[in-house]
């Protein structure tokens, strides 16, 4: 008889990684509403403009997580190669005149109509997938070069197209998955060294590359010296912080969103969220998005299977890179580049992609109890 596509669980899964996802993602519809309200009314006509769409992000999130919840992980095994090609033929499509959309100089999207998609988004997840795939099939390869070497090319060719959108920020986090996807896979430290030499060339070779890159970098090391121009929202993201203090001005109460502080509704909200939280706040915050962090590797440090340990490990590594990245940007700690906070800026595609992937998390989490001793890392 053949297995049906959804499937109820074997064993109750950690069910507080569905609680936590959906509860930080309705606290981000409360920060977008708070941060976007002025600008969504001056420029859009409604101060709900902004927290509208993640409103229906959240829903359209919901569905899928939970739908991913009930889909036995390892059929996603069989759409390795669909997703991956489908990811590379998305961002193809960036560069597409009359469909790829321009933003402030950069063309990361692509547009059907009114209709958006961000297609960096589903390539972080389509890499996971395909890496956790491949490593599963062919551990006993992995500490060769060889046996790592199409997990690089694709991730390469990845980095490739997002950094011609450009997207610095996104094209970091994919490298930065990538080599730990394939120290994850049990691979040799001399092969991981010699992989690691060119990925550390070339960060400095692509800030060299493009001007305004030099100038964010010049920015971040002293934004005063350009306040208007490069430094300026490096110096507003430090004013709403230093304007929070230990205990914030209150919820809603940021003077910032009033556009002193550029993409406060999404790459920089968590200025806002420290303007109006405070330094107490924000560690609470941090407490949920580690505690996040910590199942999901609690899960994959307990699944059965190499398959189940990468595709666990990848999801996390996702987030909690995005999440470490957007904290150590807009506290001026890294040079400032544009990235979501995961689950709470504004932007449909990254949420409904993290829900997802957040649901595939829970239903790993179901089958960590199936028969047979822990999968540890050194297996």
């Not at 889909?71 to 090609?85: C, D, G, H, T």
């Not at 109460?253 to 969220?273: C, G, H, W």
């Not at 924000?282 to 340990?309: H, M, P, Q």
Request: positive net charge; proline residues 4%.
């Amino acid at each position: 008889m053949r297995a049906s596509l959804f499937e109820k669980p074997a064993n109750k899964g950690d069910i507080s990684i569905l609680a936590c996802t959906v509860g930080m993602a309705l606290f981000g519809c409360v920060m977008i509403y708070s941060a976007g309200c002025y600008v969504g009314k001056v420029q859009y006509g409604s101060e709900w403009y902004f927290v509208n769409k993640q409103l229906i992000g959240v829903v359209f999130g919901a569905v899928a997580m939970f739908a991913a919840a009930f889909i036995p992980y390892r059929k996603l095994k069989k759409l390795k190669i669909p997703l991956i090609v489908v990811a590379f033929v998305l961002l193809a499509l960036v560069f597409v005149p009359g469909v790829g959309v321009t933003n402030y100089g950069a063309t990361r999207w692509v547009g059907f109509g009114s209709f958006t998609i961000q297609p960096s988004e589903i390539a972080k997840y389509a890499f996971v997938l395909f890496a956790a795939a491949h490593f599963a099939s062919n551990y006993k390869k992995a500490a060769s070069f060889a046996g790592i070497l199409p997990v690089l090319l694709v991730g390469t060719g990845l980095c490739v197209l997002i950094i011609a959108e450009p997207n610095m920020s996104i094209t970091m986090c994919v490298g930065l998955l990538m080599l730990a996807l394939v120290f994850l896979s049990g691979t040799n430290l001399k092969t991981f060294a010699v992989m690691l030499v060119p990925f550390v060339v070339a960060v400095p070779v692509l800030i060299i590359l493009e001007p305004y890159r030099l100038q964010r970098l010049s920015a971040f090391l002293d934004p005063w010296a350009s306040p208007k121009d490069e430094g300026y929202q490096l110096i507003q993201s430090l004013y709403a912080l230093g304007n929070g203090g230990w205990f914030g001005v209150g919820l809603f109460n940021s003077t910032q969103k009033y556009r002193f502080l550029p993409f406060a509704e999404s790459d920089f909200i968590l200025s806002v969220m420290g303007e109006e939280l405070g330094f107490v706040g924000l560690v609470v915050f941090f407490l949920a998005c580690f505690f996040l962090i910590a199942r999901g590797l609690k899960v994959a440090s307990e699944c059965n299977d190499r398959f189940g340990y990468l595709l666990a490990a990848g999801i996390t590594l996702v987030y909690g890179i995005q999440v470490i990245v957007n904290a150590l940007v807009v506290s001026g700690t890294i040079p400032p580049t544009g990235l979501p906070l995961p689950l709470v800026s504004s932007g449909n595609t990254s949420l409904i992609i993290t829900m997802a992937s957040m649901g595939v998390l829970y239903n790993i989490s179901t089958e960590r109890e199936h028969g047979g001793a822990k999968f540890h890392i050194m297996k």
